[in-house]
């Protein structure tokens, strides 16, 4: 029996894609290794986001190397598109994929095949259709669009990934019944712009949320992986107050807490507009949990549009920030502009935002306290299990059977060490 390891760098889209190779191997039957023994086969599904994530990406693919110089190596994704020169020129990798051909992979292991993709920039790619009906996870990411049109200033991805594209509506059903079927009772909605699912085919992602709460039975809970502001819409904000399936979060990028600066990024809100939308969500859901992104040094970040961004995250009240220091990906607009922060600038701001997402998380997570939350349980470890409530808080509970993939209702009695303890309040399905 062959057997192949796989890498997997970057988002919750390249998690879904991974997920779907895995279980189309193991049905063709390949059995899965870690990605640090030996293998006849590696994958690296690279990620080009960041100058980290690409030099991750490198490392990858030398560790294929080292590990079996006779292993078939496979590099796909991201990095693939974005740096092809550099990828080309390598003899010990056998298959190339980037932003096309991916639903082709698994044949092409199959076949035992070299393949590389004649790399180049489009603009005009279908959705490409990868199966998936079961993970090894509690929580299935089902993808359901595909590149991105916006162009922000900073971003490689819409070189990476191409243009927004979205998987059909009857697919994305089956598959999530699949899903379910195989004990997957939540599924995260996931793609690279999920707010213009359906964009010029006549549906919406409200259409989508909908056919799923009313054809998929057994789903328990339906959570968006991340949503521009500008498409929070009325809709949506209706669905949400009419079904009690859909997660109470929103991770929402905001990207920068001052005019001036989402300017030069290319983002379409101003901070007034992005906070009279987060106040209407809030006045609807008022306990909802809203998390975001925040890039910090972008391209000439002085320390007073910087101290403007941190009010504004104290003033947003977010349940926590996801902090990342600006990073120079070629090819983009920002990568041109002139004066760029010092890294150790960019570090103590990174620092300083980290601190306080720690100190806006415990806030939110404090009103939890006696509050009763139902909680799908995903991973066992000495004596303690550990799952998320529908506002996306971890809470564990001591607790000797491991009743992975299941639902509790779970008080929340304390908070200590950054995280949320309960007890098992009813040892029942949801
Ligand atoms: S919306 Fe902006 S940040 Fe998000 S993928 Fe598109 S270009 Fe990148």
Same mark, same amino acid.
């Given at each position: ?20 190779? *895995? ?6 039957? #390949? ?61 010990? *990798? ?14 092409? &292991? ?45 971003? *490689? ?21 699949? @899903? ?38 057994? @789903? ?25 399936? *859909?997660?109470?979060? +929103? ?93 150790? &600038? ?6 300083? @935002? ?21 909680? @799908?349980?995903?991973? #066992? ?10 506002? #996306? ?30 007890? +098992? ?6």
């Amino acid at each position: 029996m062959k057997t192949f390891a796989i890498a997997t760098l970057g988002c919750k889209v390249n998690t879904f894609e991974s997920e779907s190779y *895995i279980a189309s191997l193991k049905q063709k039957g #390949y059995q899965e290794v870690d990605f640090k023994e030996v293998a006849d086969i590696y994958i690296i599904n690279t990620c080009s986001v960041t100058n980290t994530a690409a030099s991750k990406s490198r490392q990858k693919i030398h560790q294929a190397q080292r590990m079996n110089p006779d292993a078939m190596i496979c590099v796909v994704g991201c990095y693939v598109q974005t740096d092809a020169d550099s990828l080309e020129s390598m003899p010990a *990798i056998d298959v190339l994929i980037g932003a096309k051909n991916k639903s082709k992979l698994v044949d092409i &292991i199959d076949s035992s095949n070299q393949f590389k993709e004649q790399i180049e920039e489009s603009r005009d790619l279908d959705f490409e259709f990868l199966p998936l009906s079961s993970t090894d996870k509690t929580r299935a990411f089902l993808k359901i669009q595909d590149g991105c049109d916006q162009f922000c200033s900073y971003c *490689i991805i819409p070189f990476a990934r191409g243009n927004e594209r979205s998987a059909s509506l009857d697919s994305l059903v089956t598959m999530a019944q699949d @899903l379910v079927a195989s004990n997957h009772h939540e599924i995260v909605l996931s793609g690279i712009h999920i707010g213009r699912y359906g964009k010029g085919e006549g549906m919406d992602l409200v259409d989508l949320m909908k056919r799923l709460i009313e054809q998929v039975s057994g @789903l328990k809970r339906l959570r968006l992986s991340s949503i521009e502001i500008t498409e929070i819409t009325d809709d949506l904000l209706d669905l949400m107050a009419s079904s009690d399936i *859909i997660a109470r979060h +929103l991770h929402i990028p905001i990207q920068s807490g001052c005019n001036t600066v989402l300017q030069r990024m290319n983002r379409p809100y101003t901070v007034e507009q992005y906070t009279q939308r987060v106040q209407e969500i809030r006045r609807r859901f008022p306990k909802i949990s809203i998390s975001t992104d925040v890039i910090v040094g972008f391209a000439g970040e002085s320390d007073e549009e910087f101290e403007e961004t941190v009010r504004t995250m104290r003033r947003l009240q977010f349940s926590f920030l996801h902090v990342f220091p600006y990073s120079l990906r070629k090819d983009t607009v920002a990568a041109s502009m002139d004066h760029h922060v010092d890294p150790s &600038i960019k570090k103590q701001r990174v620092a300083q @935002l980290s601190e306080l997402s720690k100190t806006l998380k415990s806030m939110y997570e404090m009103q939890f306290v006696n509050q009763e939350v139902w909680v @799908l349980f995903d991973s #066992y470890q000495s004596g303690k299990v550990t799952g998320f409530s529908s506002e #996306y808080i971890a809470v564990s509970v001591l607790m000797d059977k491991r009743p992975l993939s299941q639902w509790y209702k779970v008080r929340i009695t304390y908070r200590a060490n950054h995280r949320c303890f309960g007890e +098992l309040v009813q040892e029942e399905e949801k």
